[in-house]
Structures are given as structure tokens and as C-alpha cells.
């Protein structure tokens, strides 16, 4: 049946009406980085990608150290160390680096996730949504003040930093093929949409192009970035990965005190993470080491790294550093001792033996052994200008050191008698602990009592 010239008009005119706000369409999702949602029929192949419970090796973990402001540090009579380390900028720029290069480690991982499943490099697009900002300073501010500023705590900064960047993240993963025939029909009607809807056809144009550009081949996959509002961030229940105990989630407090960070100038933000980094440590007369510092933390010791397993030959370093007053490096005391006969793969460090193969190496007293030590013995030694290294052991008081067996630094007395304690592993830091905190945490297996030579 011959249809008549009306209907014919009317067919017409509802084709054209359903491609021009199709075009519209398509410049809106468009704006919003939604560029493969023209046709309706994108394929989702991977949906938002979350690493919940993706924590990486933590075997020097503890409880969150004691901070007590205003207290000065004595020696108890020893000689003073012309050298002192406490906290550097190496760590604070690693973590940045690190920060500023997990949108390129995340771009990585997932163009080969894509390649894996059949899906070429070239036919791959990245694709940022309107507004998408790069929030590296914004995730920094809020590693910064989940950690109290001590950045020298390279592998829970990063940690912490990397599940902040899949909270301050989103993104989506959409297959195209079916939309190449939708955006070669919308690429005519730019102008006329231009006119019926009172806006600019060369930015309908620009977006029909670009799209048509990022679609280009016969498989195509994109990858649109987009961010999150800050308040969805600060929202702790939005956060897909386990909070550590000691952070309680983002109070009004915690917000305010990143968007004020937020709101200094490059330079000024900086000098500031640097300032409070440099708070973050209680005074300590020995120099103060962390094993999974950037400089070594990733050097190889035993069946791991210094950061996971090299607690003894740091706490050494720190003794060694102070009586000779020279920058002794837990990489130049892991070098040395890297062998069987002081450490174990599934056990540790033989610390009796390494403490006193150090003394002798670098020309010091010790009395090292794997008997636990009295109240008496560890003041006595303290008051006259010793170091201690000593094994802690998970548990005690709560495990207050390390959830495993783990070597700290006795470097002192403070003036109201409590032990100053520096702690190499990622949780803990200086801390001022009762005596009868170190004899509930002391684990016997091995100590070093270190004296000038």
C-alpha cells in the first residue's frame, strides 16, 4: 500500500526528531565523559574497580604510638652525637611521586587488563569527564592527616594513599562497537540541533568529532575517569577497603584540618607537610631510623625487603650512628649481615649474634644475649649512657611494638624516668613508655647492651 505524502513527512520528521535528540543527547553524556552511552547498547565489560582488603606486607604493623607534647629527652649522661637524623623530605617526595603516578599505574594495569581479554592497545581510549582534576594534593592532605604527618612510614603512607585514590577516583569501562553507525548519523544534523536548541553547533560538532575519534575501530573499549565529590570522600561509610583501628573515620575536625591545607598555595602546602612532618617525632638523643624508608625500605634483606624484615640491623644503625656520629645506614648494616648465620628466613634476626658481630665491626662494647632483662639492668644501662637493642614480642601489653617479633632501640631516659623507645617498623614511631611497658613487651630472644668503645 502506497503511504501518503503526509505520513512520509511525518516519518521524516519523527526520524529526525529522534537523531536530533539523540545528538543532543550524545553531547550531554559527552560533557559528562559518558562518550559511549550515545547509542544505548555500550557493552559493559569491567565495571568500577575497587582493591578492598588489598593490603600489602605489614609485618612490623603495631598499635599507634602515644604522643605527649612539651617533654624534653635527657641521655642519661652519655656523651652527645654530633649527628642526629629524624625525619628527611625524601620520604614526603616519595610519597608524592607516588600519588602523582598512580593515575599512570592505573592506566597501565587496566590497558593490559583490556589486552589480556582481547581488546588491542589501539583500540583502547582513556577518557577524562567534564571537570576531572588531578587530586593528587587532595589525596596527600588526607594521607597526611590520617597519619599525623609521618610520612618516613613509607609503606602505610602508600597504603593508605592508594585506597584514597580509589575513594577520590571513579571511573567506567564500556565497550563501543555497536555506536559507530549512531555517531556517522549524528555527525549531519550538528547544525539543525544547533538551531532548534539555541546553542553552539561547533560544540556539538567538537563532541560528535571526538567522539567519533575515540570510538575509531572496529573493538572499542573506554575508560572514562571521573572524580568524586569531597564530601562522598570524607563519608566513611562510601569507603570500600578496612579502616585501620586507630582512625576512628573523618571527623569535622580531620575535614577541616585538610581543607585548610587545601587552601594554601603550592609553596605554602609544602612548607606546612614539612613542618607537622617534622612535629610528628617526639625528641630522641639517638637517631632516628625507619626500616621502610624510601631511601632503602625496598632493598632487599633475607626473604624480603629491609621494610619487612630488616628491624634489627635498623635499630642497629641507630646505636652505631649515634656512638660513632656518622651516617650509618640501615642499608650498610642489612649489607653486612645478610647472611644465615644472622638471620633466619622464617625466624628473624639472630639479634644476640648481630649485635655483637656490629660491636666488634664497628668498634664498640656490647653485652649481647637471648635472656630476658630486669628492670634494674636496663635502667642501670640507660643511666650510664648505653643503647639498648632489644626483641619485642607480639602481645605483652596489648602487642605494643609490632604484631610480630620485632627489635627496637632503647635510646634513653626522659627526665620523669620513662624509657624513650625508637621504633624502626611502619606503625610506631619515638615513643615514651613506663619500664614496666618494656619488661611486659621484652620477648627474650635477643638483646644488645652497646657502649662506646
Not at 588526607?142 to 592508594?162: H, L, P
Not at 635510646?411 to 620513662?418: I, Y
Request: charge should be negative.
Amino acid at each position: 500500500m502506497k503511504r501518503k505524502p503526509e505520513d512520509v513527512k511525518k516519518r521524516k520528521r519523527k526520524k529526525a526528531a529522534m537523531l536530533l535528540l539523540l545528538s543532543v543527547f550524545l553531547a550531554a553524556q559527552f560533557g559528562r565523559g559518558l562518550t559511549a552511552a550515545a547509542a544505548g547498547v555500550g557493552d559493559v565489560l569491567v565495571g568500577p574497580e575497587k582493591k578492598a582488603g588489598e593490603e600489602g606486607r605489614m609485618e612490623n604493623g603495631s598499635a599507634e604510638e602515644d604522643r605527649t607534647e612539651g617533654e624534653s629527652a635527657v641521655d642519661g649522661g652519655a656523651p652527645a652525637s654530633e649527628f642526629e637524623e629524624m625525619v628527611g623530605t625524601a620520604d614526603l617526595d616519595a610519597l608524592w611521586d607516588f600519588i602523582r603516578n598512580r593515575e599512570t599505574a592505573f592506566r597501565e594495569k587496566q590497558s593490559q587488563k583490556m589486552a589480556e581479554a582481547g581488546i588491542p592497545v589501539e583500540n583502547q581510549s582513556f577518557l577524562c569527564g567534564d571537570g576531572f582534576e588531578d587530586q593528587s594534593r587532595q589525596i596527600l592532605a588526607m594521607t597526611a592527616v590520617c597519619r599525623e604527618y609521618t610520612f618516613y612510614n613509607r609503606i602505610v603512607c602508600q597504603w593508605y594513599a592508594d585506597h584514597l585514590w580509589d575513594e577520590t577516583y571513579t571511573y567506567q569501562v564500556i565497550g563501543t562497537k555497536y555506536q559507530e553507525k549512531a555517531v556517522g548519523q549524528l555527525a549531519p544534523l550538528c547544525g539543525a540541533a544547533a538551531d532548534f536548541m539555541g546553542i553552539s553547533g561547533a560544540s556539538l560538532a567538537d563532541a560528535v568529532e571526538r567522539t567519533q575519534h575515540a570510538l575509531d575501530g572496529k573493538c572499542r573499549v573506554a575508560v572514562v575517569m571521573e572524580n568524586r565529590p569531597r564530601e562522598e570522600i570524607y563519608d566513611v561509610d562510601h569507603y570500600g577497603f578496612p579502616v585501620p583501628t586507630e582512625w576512628e573515620g573523618w571527623t569535622q575536625e580531620k575535614r577541616a584540618e585538610c581543607d585548610a591545607l587545601m587552601e594554601l598555595d603550592d609553596a605554602s602546602f609544602r612548607a606546612e607537610l614539612e613542618r607537622l612532618q617534622e612535629e610528628s617525632l617526639l625528641p630522641s638523643p639517638v637517631p632516628f631510623y625507619k626500616q621502610g624508608a624510601a631511601e632503602w625500605g625496598g632493598e632487599s634483606f633475607g626473604g624480603g625487603t629491609l621494610a619487612s624484615d630488616a628491624c634489627c640491623p635498623t635499630a642497629i644503625a641507630m646505636v652505631v650512628s649515634y656512638f660513632k656520629g656518622e651516617r650509618i645506614t640501615p642499608l650498610e648494616v642489612s649489607g653486612r649481615y645478610d647472611q644465615d648465620a644472622y638471620r633466619s628466613r622464617e625466624q628473624g634476626s639472630y639479634g644476640g649474634k648481630m649485635c655483637a658481630a656490629a660491636a666488634a665491626d664497628y668498634g664498640l662494647l656490647v653485652e649481647a644475649d637471648t635472656a630476658p632483662l630486669s628492670e634494674e639492668q636496663i635502667l642501670g644501662a640507660l643511666r650510664s649512657g648505653a643503647k639498648i637493642v632489644m626483641s619485642m614480642k607480639p602481645g605483652g601489653s596489648g602487642g605494643r611494638y609490632a604484631t610480630v617479633y620485632h627489635y627496637v632501640t632503647l635510646a634513653g631516659l626522659t627526665e620523669d624516668g620513662r624509657v624513650i623507645v625508637n621504633n624502626p617498623g611502619i606503625s610506631t614511631n619515638v615513643t615514651y613508655d613506663e619500664i614496666g611497658t618494656i619488661l611486659d613487651n621484652q620477648s627474650g630472644r635477643g638483646y644488645g647492651i652497646f657502649r662506646a668503645g
